[in-house]
Every structure is written in C-alpha cells, then in structure tokens.
C-alpha cells in the first residue's frame, strides 16, 4: 500500500513554469505505476501523464505532450511532473495516484491510490 501526498502547485502566469512532486509512503513505492491526473471545475479527471515502476513506460496526454515531463526517484518514493509553457487551460487540482499494475494506465479506475489534489491556476 501507498499513500501519495501533493505538493509545488500555485499561482503562475501564462506561459511560466511549475513542478509537482508526488512523496509516496511505503516500502513498495517501487513497484507501482505512477500517474498524474487533473480536473477541473464543472469537468472529469483528465490522464495528464504516467509512468512505470521502472521509469521504462512514460505516456502523455496529447494536451500536455512537449511541455510536460514526468519522472521518478524510487530511491526518494517521488514522482514529479515537470510543467513548462504552462496555459490558462491547465488550471486544474493535480492528483497523483498509483497503480499496482506496474505499467500503468489511462482511466482513473485503473489507479489504487489518490493522493488529495494541488491547485495549478495559471493566469492570462
């Protein structure tokens, strides 16, 4: 079992920069995919990005290709996501989940673990 906990959202301007960071409690923190996901007001949890146990398997959303980028430490049982070029339309709460399925997926349902959210708000 993992708990995630969010952290590094904020306020930033059209076109700036923000990194998320994703601490997972446990000891098998390693053998999960993780995945990034988002939602805003009045829409459903979008897939952002995710990545595999190995760091091998890494998927994108079309909306966030080339101005995202996740990664992970399993030596730190953090994952990160890297956010550039950042616009109005990725204001949203950012949650981090993991997936005992070690390659990860694109459905919220296919997650095990939430962690609470981070408000991104990027202003024009």
């Known amino acids: 079992q993992v708990q995630p906990v969010e952290s590094g959202g904020g306020l930033v301007q059209d076109g700036g920069s923000l990194r998320l960071s994703c601490a997972a409690s446990g000891r098998t923190f390693s053998s999960y995919a993780m995945g990034w996901f988002r939602q805003a007001p009045g829409k459903e949890r979008e897939f952002v990005a995710s990545?595999?146990?190995?760091?091998?398997?890494?998927y994108y959303a079309d909306s966030v290709k080339g101005r995202f980028t996740i990664s992970r430490d399993n030596a730190k049982n953090t994952v990160y996501l890297q956010m550039n070029s950042l616009k109005p339309e990725d204001t949203a709460v950012y949650y981090c989940?993991?997936?005992?399925?070690?390659?990860?997926?694109?459905?919220?349902?296919?997650?095990?673990?939430w962690g609470q959210g981070t408000q991104v708000t990027v202003s024009s």
């Open positions: 989940a993991a997936n005992s399925a070690a390659n990860g997926g694109f459905r919220p349902g296919e997650y095990d673990y």
């Open positions: 990545i595999s146990w190995n760091g091998r398997r890494i």
